[in-house]
């Protein structure tokens, strides 16, 4: 035994180090993600009478009437992309992104009653969101695949895919790490000040606006050239764009390695800032929740 | 096998009353901008006493204040105090939920909490698929839960609805899972916060067997909290006493508990000659009832097979003459167990105008099983009623060895008379 020394296993104090992401904690709980992924997964649409259906309307659904608002009403030009087509990638791209973004900025609002009697790492659960939510990007990319070839077949002068597809895993992981990041910081700000969550909702709705989902960066540039600057410093906007690169490489949108090594940088920062200030109010915000 | 587990070392917890608002972003930017300087935090130095029947004084309040305290391995620490004495503050703390505003707990194992049994169940998710993800929210792995689930299944009792949503269980029955993950944890040190108020009383009974199991078998380090000081006495070694938000008494469980609950007994004795919820008490009054143990001290935690006197205070404003006074005993579901009347087992009394003498009520050996018992005095002439008190006080009966066999009366029904039980 090691007897008198001062050996302890583990100290809780109120001193906080910056940055204090046990891995190897987080490790032991691995089999707590995993069946915190699964129960996201089974429980999400039970007892609704279309079940995972849900995952297939709404992209469908806001696709066609963005077709008919943006590109039938506004003629906003896709170039050699269905417009249809168009809108289906950024919309799914965006909703993953959200979804993503949605379930860690309210980790600590929804999980309070666990949080407040047991203790294991919290990051676990923004974790388990963004991989359970996989299933759900997983299922609408299901439906975008179905179109595209559709559209290949059908229409002659479709673009043809090439390696740029391979970037689409690393935009998933990029759009993930942003939602984790983006949403962590926000989570912390929730726990005290409610205000923040109530704004969370439309500011979304706006974001996506001004992140490219319904119009190529491109055509933006050339309509109101003074205000795309809005658009050009939004890192979002360059990973729907980016993401719909990879599907659709062509020059209607816009696509360089720069910009690329540019928002993964950013999006690292982001992701260690939301580390942590998500590491300090974890130890905190039942006191204020 | 002596080894310090856990440690506390000057712990103390500060909460802010009242709501948030403008005020706490204005505390929060002082905050803030006193921690870039690298100065204290303002609001440490303020803060009042928690005693929560005081009107606030404060905007700040100690939950808890300079708490200093050892656990040995395999101990098993019984936490008491009354409602708001900081016992769910200190547990929470030391589940790591939240973080004290100073001091450090140091630990040398896995501390698991079982401050409230079921968290994180999912009503749509089956009672199997419950247990892994309860058990893998406190702490066990898949493989630790898959070597045990039959033995959780099986202590639970819900078997016939194991692969049925929890949604549709009764809340006993969610309860009783729940309790039965917890008690498969294998954490070094085990958090426990009543958990025994829950369940019918045979499940209570197992859950309590299953506590003792776990600390004296396998000796775990168990913190206890509870308010049922039959079952801290039973299971706990040593004791704490929190009053406030710091540590009023330490030591021998005990002793920690007759400090406890002589702290309650005053207010039971003051009211008694006030209380306006009797029968008569014009003439004849009670005043006091206590109960004495051999060695003529005060107790409220009586042991089944020992002597006692109930020493009864009166006041008169006549000399009466031919006075029964009867003791009644009845438990908590109002049954009668025991009564006691001079009119029949002893004489009628005269008793004088403002004497100072007491009536004392003696039961060589009391008969009574494990249980909370109240006591109605009654005083009446042979014509008319003097006096009659409902529950004039309360006290528990908390084991004992009524037959001197070393062994108890399981059942907490009837009353115990010697007998014996022989072949011819």
Redo the contacts between chains.
Sequence with gaps: ?S?KNE????????KRKWIDLNFKEIW??R??L???V??DI??VY??TVLGPLWFFIQPLFTSVIFTLIFNKVAEIETGIIPAFLFNLAGITAWNYFKICLNGTASTFKTNK????????PRFIVPLSKVISNLVKFGIQMLILTGFYIFYSYTQSDMVTPDWHLLLIPAYVIIMAVYGLGLGMIISTMTT??RDVSILLGFAMQLLMYLSAVPYPIKALKEKVPEFAWVVDYNPLAHIIEGFRYALFPTDTLQFNWNIFGSIAILGIILFLIGLVLFNRTE??F???V | MS?VIL?AENISKQ?RLGL?GLG??RH?LNRFWHRIRGKEDPYLTIGAVNDRSEKATQEYVWALRDINFEVKQGEILGIIGKNGAGKSTLL????????????????????A?L??VG??F?P??TGR?NI??NG???????AEINAKIDEIIDFSGCEMYIDTPTKRYSSGMTVRLGFAVAAHLEPDILVVDEVLAVGDAEFQKKAIGKMQDISKGEGRTVLFVSHNMGSVQSLCTRGLLLENGSIAYEGKIEDVVSTYLSTGKKEVGLSIAERTDREGGEVFRFTDCNILDERETQVLDLISGNKYTFKIGFKSEEDLAGIRFRVRIYDENGITRIICNNGFSSQLLNVKKDTDRFIHCTIPRLPLPNGRYNVRLTCATLHKFLDDLEVAMEFDVVGGDFYGTGKQQVSSEGVMVDHSITLH
């Design positions: 035994m007897g050996s302890w296993l583990f100290e809780i104090s109120s032991r709980y089999d707590l995993v069946l915190f699964k129960r089974i429980t039970k007892q009653g666990i949080f407040g009697k047991v203790y294991f005290k000040y130890k905190t039942i006191d204020t | 080894k440690k909460y948030v706490t972003v929060d929470k703390l030391l589940s790591q939920v939240t973080t004290p505003t100073t001091g450090v707990i140091k630990s040398r194992g896995r501390i909490s401050l409230e968290t994180g999912h749509e998710l698929e892994y993800l893998a929210i406190l702490g066990m792995t898949r």
